[in-house]
Nanobody, 125 residues
Framework: QVQLVESGGGLVQAGGSLRLSCAPS????????MGWFRQAPGKDREFVVA????????SIADPVKGRFTISRDNAKNTMYLQMNSLKPEDTAVYYC??????????????????WGQGTQVTVSS
């Protein structure tokens, strides 16, 4: 069983930056597909970005392209979501997710087996 622990959310003004972290407990994520999803109040959960370490492929949603970047620190076994030029419409609970099978960085939340508890990101105008 993999547990994903997120951190780094908070309140930021429009145009600002935040970095979210996701650390899987007790297991290396080197063979997993890792991703980020978000859910705003009253809306469905939506895909943000995902990366496959085995295939070195990235999928990223158009609304965040050019502003958000996914990365990892192998030594810390931690994945990051760097969010720049934040907009009020980025306000949501952000979830880290892991896919234990397959190599494709899927945009479909149903393909992911493990989820973090979520961290709130609020962007003020």
């Amino acid at each position: 069983q993999v547990q994903l622990v997120e951190s780094g959310g908070g309140l930021v003004q429009a145009g600002g930056s935040l970095r979210l972290s996701c650390a899987p407990s007790g297991r290396s994520f080197s063979t997993y597909v890792m991703g980020w999803f978000r859910q705003a109040p009253g809306k469905d959960r939506e895909f943000v970005v995902a990366f496959s370490w085995s295939s070195a492929r990235t999928s990223i949603a158009d609304p965040v392209k050019g502003r958000f970047t996914i990365s990892r620190d192998n030594a810390k076994n931690t994945m990051y979501l760097q969010m720049n030029s934040l907009k009020p419409e980025d306000t949501a609970v952000y979830y880290c997710a892991a896919r234990s099978t397959g190599w494709y960085p899927s945009m479909d939340s149903r393909d992911y087996d493990y989820w973090g508890q979520g961290t709130q990101v609020t962007v003020s105008s």
